[in-house]
């Protein structure tokens, strides 16, 4: 894969073809993938390109999935990278850009831990000078299997607001969250089982 400003010949080579392959990997983790999405985000920093690609299903069916934001530098007439990372996908990872909101700009990952209790590691980046870099990690409020239905990133926002020192309100109700309110940390839409 590359990136052409125009028909002529050659491409800038800052798009990743794949995550870096590391000793040991099976050979096609790093050959086949396909474009899942492209797109031009507007943020308060400018204009970035988005493009999230996938890798081929492992036996358990897990799958790379890589987050790629490019900006386009007008003086030197090409695409440059600011942020590539990958997450699998059968343990409710992510890569999310925030496009509205007071994190507008910024970029939440999270993964899952190696340890009991099964939880995950949330990491925010934010754009400092020409990359993304870590400004927060911590250990998530949220479980593997705590039967909250929303997404880790939506379950963690409070959590994320609150150590950024940024205002964190519970959303208002909705027909999508209908009852937000605050179990053990972790912002749930409706009441957990064991309250029923």
């Known amino acids: 894969m590359c990136l052409q400003t125009s028909a002529r010949p050659g491409c800038a080579r800052d798009l990743l073809d794949a995550p870096p392959v590391h000793p040991g990997d099976d050979p096609v983790w790093s050959t086949t993938r ?7 985000l507007s943020l308060p920093v400018g ?13 358990n069916n ?11 530098d007008r003086g030197a007439d090409r695409f440059r990278s600011l942020f ?10 992510e890569i999310r850009v925030i496009e509205h909101g007071p994190l507008a700009s910024d970029i939440v990952m999270v993964e899952p831990t190696a340890d009991a209790p099964y939880g995950y590691w949330i990491t925010v980046f934010g754009q400092a000078s020409t990359i993304y870099r870590p400004e927060l990690r911590f250990r998530s409020a949220t479980h593997y299997g705590d039967g909250n239905p929303l997404a880790v990133i939506d379950a963690e926002m409070p959590n994320i607001l609150r150590r950024l020192g940024k205002p964190d309100p519970l959303p208002r ?13 972790a912002l749930w839409c409706t009441r957990p089982e064991e309250t029923r």
Request: proline share 6%; aromatic share 4%.
């Open 34 to 40: 396909k474009v899942d999405r492209v797109a031009i």
């Open 173 to 185: 109700a909705s027909a999508a969250c209908p009852m937000p309110h605050l179990h053990d940390g």
């Open 47 to 59: 204009k970035r390109l988005l493009v999230e690609t996938s890798g081929p299903h492992s036996a």
């Open 84 to 93: 590539a990372r990958a997450v699998g996908s059968n343990h409710n990872q």
């Open 62 to 72: 897990s799958h790379w999935i890589l987050t790629q934001v490019l900006a386009y």
